[in-house]
């Protein structure tokens, strides 16, 4: 068993809040920090959203209240320092920007203790992009979940070359204490192991939309029905979220990627259609 027993969670947003949710179901002391009050809100619905999701797929203790008592053990904060003050490991899950992740740990690295971990959870860029703007490079590495974590329950533990080794096993076995199946990755590379497997094939999906060759509707349905995939690639950007996917796509110089961008900007963000958990994205989900 590890020491880690206080967690702060960075960002409230699909992920973060997932991270949150089920290091407080594994009986962590969780506090989980956004930049505003309607962020934390918003937070809270999600809370509640996976009290319902968790009792639907009947994981193990909500038939005793488990994710009730999860949900209210989460302390909510706007206030960095107040929030990390006495954090054993922050798991830092803010917007897939460059400059937003390399804010956060500068402001991070003035408050944390000595003692405190970091972890990112950035599901395309290098840690050791952002290692020396943490202050503490040997106590700093990654750690990425998929989306639906309590179902799809992998971690992939990934350090830079500066990483303890200590601090490596260390996250690992909390990964395995909150019920994730740790995915050691031996070394950096961008996207990690799960999504040096996903991104090809959703960029696959957003090649073909852009180019005119098939709408989403036919190109997840030719996928589903051939490979006998639950979700095709346009499914996946919805339960992704598409701030994600434009933030990804915008930070990719090639004109497909930039061509999908400004599609994913005029015709679904800018008309508040951002995925699955807004209600509509590719697809209309208040139906």
């Known amino acids: ?6 967690v702060t969670v960075l960002g409230t947003g699909v992920l973060g809040s997932q991270i949150a949710f089920q290091t407080a179901y594994c009986g962590f002391e969780v506090t989980a920090f956004d930049i505003n009050e ?12 996976l009290i319902q999701a968790y009792t639907a797929d009947k994981y193990p203790g909500t038939e005793n209240g488990q994710a009730e008592k999860a949900a209210e053990s989460i302390r909510l904060s706007m206030d960095l320092a107040e929030a990390v003050a006495d954090a054993d490991l922050v798991i830092e899950a803010v917007p897939e920007t460059v400059e937003i992740k390399k804010s956060t740990y500068e402001n991070l690295a003035k408050v944390a203790p000595e003692k405190t971990i970091f972890a990112t959870n950035s599901s395309t860029m290098l840690p050791s992009t952002f290692m020396e703007y943490t202050g503490r490079p040997e106590k700093f590495l990654a750690l990425h979940f998929a989306n639906h974590i309590w179902r799809l329950n992998t971690a992939e ?26 995915i050691k990755v031996l070394k950096e590379q ?13 960029n696959a999906g957003a ?61 679904y963000i800018d008309q508040g259609k951002l995925g699955r958990a807004t209600g509509a994205g590719f697809y209309n989900y208040n139906d």
């Open 1 to 6: 068993m590890t020491d880690i027993r206080k």
């Open 38 to 49: 309607q962020a934390l809100e918003t937070a809270k619905q999600r809370f509640a959203g």
């Open 157 to 182: 533990v990934m350090g830079t070359s500066k990483t303890s080794p200590e601090i490596f096993d260390t996250i690992v076995e909390f990964a395995e204490e909150i019920k994730m199946v740790p």
């Open 190 to 202: 961008p996207g990690y192991v799960l999504n040096s497997l996903l991104v090809p094939f959703l």
């Open 207 to 267: 090649d073909l939309l852009v180019k005119g060759v098939a709408d989403p509707e036919t190109i997840d349905k030719t996928w589903r029905i051939a490979t006998g995939a639950p979700l095709g690639p346009f499914q996946i950007y919805d339960v992704v979220g598409l701030n994600t996917a434009y933030n990804i796509s915008a930070a990719n110089p090639s004109p497909e990627s930039q061509a999908f961008a400004k599609m994913l900007k005029e015709q």
